[in-house]
């Protein structure tokens, strides 16, 4: 038994070796195909018979627009009757066996004329279907290696992006972190040259924030020369408690202390200068107390010295 499709594929090839280059042209159009120009009626034919191997579903349609050009009267939409294929088969022998191979009908047609042509052509084309079926092998091998390659260019394409945008990325990290060193070195000098100065010498600094960092607060206030006395952001009655001393500056870490603790802090010490940290960092401290406190604390003191002086 020989299964359809390579029964279409067989009629195929016999159908289009019947029909002229103009139809053939035609055909092409009415599928939406597009061989290169100048294709002559033989190079279009084994053309359009490969593409037919490649795609079964063309197969399909190429046989449904071959089956007029064998058999005129023909209404595309359903399978030729087998009478019709018979009929033609007496008429001509090789266009009777093309329609019947194009439409699958090699085992199932019951008629002594077909069943004799049928099984002739059984026998003379065993060697040729052994190689077309070779053909048919090969033709898929090809496809999966093309679509192997499609997919390993495709994939080599996009590590190629990806490595000259990491590449890019990394160019553009080694710069910012040298700018960001070099900047880190300017202000850690600033800051070694601020803190010789002790600018916060014989003050007195009210820190509200995480206990965790208590120390760390301590060690950087005293840097610049000044005092530090420390209130758990969280703990209103610590809060309350310390603003009984006197300060020269408080700054409250918002990260670990309550909005009530900060209204506390202001309806009981209104008139002592009131500074926010925004994290709980000593980074963040030391920043608040260069870019803020000391020169908050510094024009004060000129603004008292004035009239002095005068």
Same mark, same amino acid.
């Given at each position: 038994?020989?299964?359809?499709?390579?029964?279409?594929?067989?009629?195929?090839?016999?159908?289009?070796?019947?029909?002229?280059? @103009?139809?053939?042209?035609?055909?092409? &159009?009415?599928?939406? !195909?597009?061989? =290169?120009?100048? $294709? /002559?009626?033989?190079? %279009?034919?084994?053309?359009?018979?490969?593409?037919?191997?490649?795609?079964?579903?063309?197969?399909?349609?190429?046989?449904?627009?071959?089956?007029?050009?064998?058999?005129?009267?023909?209404?595309? @939409?359903?399978?030729?009757?087998?009478? &019709?294929?018979?009929? !033609?088969?007496? =008429?001509?022998? $090789? /266009?009777?066996?093309? %329609?019947?191979?194009?439409?699958?009908?090699?085992?199932?047609?019951?008629?002594?004329?077909?069943?004799?042509?049928?099984?002739?052509?059984?026998?003379?084309?065993?060697?040729?279907?052994?190689?077309?079926?070779?053909?048919?092998?090969?033709?898929?091998?090809?496809?999966?290696?093309?679509?192997?390659?499609?997919?390993?260019?495709?994939?080599?394409?996009?590590?190629?992006?990806?490595?000259?945008?990491?590449?890019?990325?990394?160019?553009?990290?080694?710069?910012?972190?040298?700018?960001?060193?070099?900047?880190?070195?300017?202000?850690?000098?600033?800051?070694?040259?601020?803190?010789?100065?002790?600018?916060?010498?014989?003050?007195?600094?009210?820190?509200?924030?995480?206990?965790?960092?208590?120390?760390?607060?301590?060690?950087?206030?005293?840097?610049?020369?000044?005092?530090?006395?420390?209130?758990?952001?969280?703990?209103?009655?610590?809060?309350?408690?310390?603003?009984?001393?006197?300060?020269?500056?408080?700054?409250?870490?918002?990260?670990?202390?309550?909005?009530?603790?900060?209204?506390?802090?202001?309806?009981?010490?209104?008139?002592?200068?009131?500074?926010?940290?925004?994290?709980?960092?000593?980074?963040?401290?030391?920043?608040?107390?260069?870019?803020?406190?000391?020169?908050?604390?510094?024009?004060?003191?000129?603004?008292?010295?004035?009239?002095?002086?005068?």
């Amino acid at each position: 038994m020989m299964a359809e499709p390579m029964q279409r594929l067989t009629g195929l090839q016999m159908a289009l070796g019947m029909v002229n280059q @103009g139809m053939l042209w035609l055909i092409c &159009q009415r599928l939406d !195909l597009q061989p =290169r120009c100048g $294709r /002559k009626r033989g190079q %279009l034919a084994n053309w359009l018979f490969r593409e037919a191997c490649r795609h079964p579903q063309l197969a399909q349609r190429l046989a449904a627009e071959l089956t007029p050009c064998l058999l005129p009267g023909y209404r595309p @939409g359903s399978p030729p009757e087998p009478q &019709q294929v018979v009929s !033609l088969l007496k =008429r001509s022998r $090789r /266009k009777g066996l093309a %329609l019947g191979l194009l439409w699958g009908m090699g085992d199932t047609l019951v008629d002594p004329a077909w069943a004799s042509a049928w099984n002739q052509w059984l026998k003379d084309s065993a060697d040729w279907r052994r190689r077309f079926e070779q053909y048919l092998t090969l033709l898929n091998e090809q496809e999966t290696v093309q679509v192997a390659q499609s997919i390993v260019t495709e994939a080599e394409a996009r590590r190629d992006r990806m490595r000259q945008a990491l590449v890019r990325m990394a160019r553009s990290c080694r710069e910012e972190m040298k700018r960001l060193k070099e900047r880190i070195a300017t202000l850690e000098e600033v800051n070694r040259q601020l803190a010789a100065l002790r600018p916060l010498q014989n003050t007195r600094i009210l820190v509200v924030g995480d206990p965790n960092h208590a120390g760390g607060y301590q060690q950087v206030v005293n840097r610049y020369g000044g005092d530090m006395v420390f209130a758990d952001g969280t703990s209103r009655q610590w809060v309350r408690k310390a603003l009984d001393g006197r300060y020269d500056a408080i700054v409250v870490v918002t990260a670990y202390g309550y909005h009530t603790t900060q209204m506390m802090i202001q309806k009981h010490a209104p008139e002592v200068p009131l500074f926010s940290a925004r994290r709980g960092g000593l980074g963040e401290m030391e920043r608040v107390l260069v870019t803020q406190v000391i020169p908050a604390l510094f024009k004060r003191l000129r603004s008292l010295d004035e009239p002095a002086s005068a």
